[in-house]
C-alpha cells in the first residue's frame, strides 16, 4: 500500500509563504521521481513542479522564482516551499510520483487558500 501523506496547507495573505510537506513509502520515495500536483475548483489537476531521484528540479512556469521543491533523504518526504503566493495559487496540492497513472493512488491534499 503506498503511502501519500500531505500536510503545510492553510490560508495565508498574497505575498506570504507556506511549506508543504508530502509523507511517503520509503521504497516509494527511493525509486521514483517525485512531484507536486494542484488542483482549483473547476480546473484539472495540473503539475506544479517536480524533483528526480537524484534531486534535480523542474518548475511549471507559473511557479519558477516562487516556489522550491526538494527531497529530504533522511525521512523519505517531498516538500514544496512556496514564496510569494498569490490568489491564483490556491488550490488542493497533492503529491505524487512522476509521471503518474490514470489508476495509480492519490492522496488526500493538503488546501493552499491564498486571499486578504
Known amino acids: 500500500q503506498v503511502r501519500l501523506q500531505e500536510s503545510g496547507g492553510g490560508l495565508v495573505q498574497p505575498g506570504g509563504s507556506l511549506r508543504l510537506s508530502c509523507a511517503t513509502s520509503?521504497?516509494?520515495?527511493?525509486?521514483?521521481?517525485m512531484a507536486w500536483y494542484r488542483q482549483a475548483p473547476g480546473n484539472e489537476r495540473e503539475l506544479v513542479a517536480s524533483?528526480?531521484?537524484?534531486?534535480?528540479?523542474n518548475y511549471a512556469d507559473s511557479v519558477r522564482g516562487r516556489f522550491t521543491v526538494f527531497r529530504d533523504y533522511a525521512d523519505n518526504t517531498v516538500n514544496l516551499r512556496m514564496n510569494s503566493l498569490k490568489p491564483e495559487d490556491t488550490a488542493v496540492y497533492y503529491c505524487?510520483?512522476?509521471?503518474?497513472?490514470?489508476?495509480?493512488?492519490w492522496g488526500q491534499g493538503t488546501q493552499v487558500t491564498v486571499s486578504s
Open positions: 524533483v528526480t531521484t537524484g534531486g534535480r528540479a
Open positions: 505524487n510520483k512522476l509521471p503518474v497513472g490514470p489508476s495509480d493512488y
Open positions: 520509503g521504497n516509494f520515495f527511493q525509486v521514483n521521481d
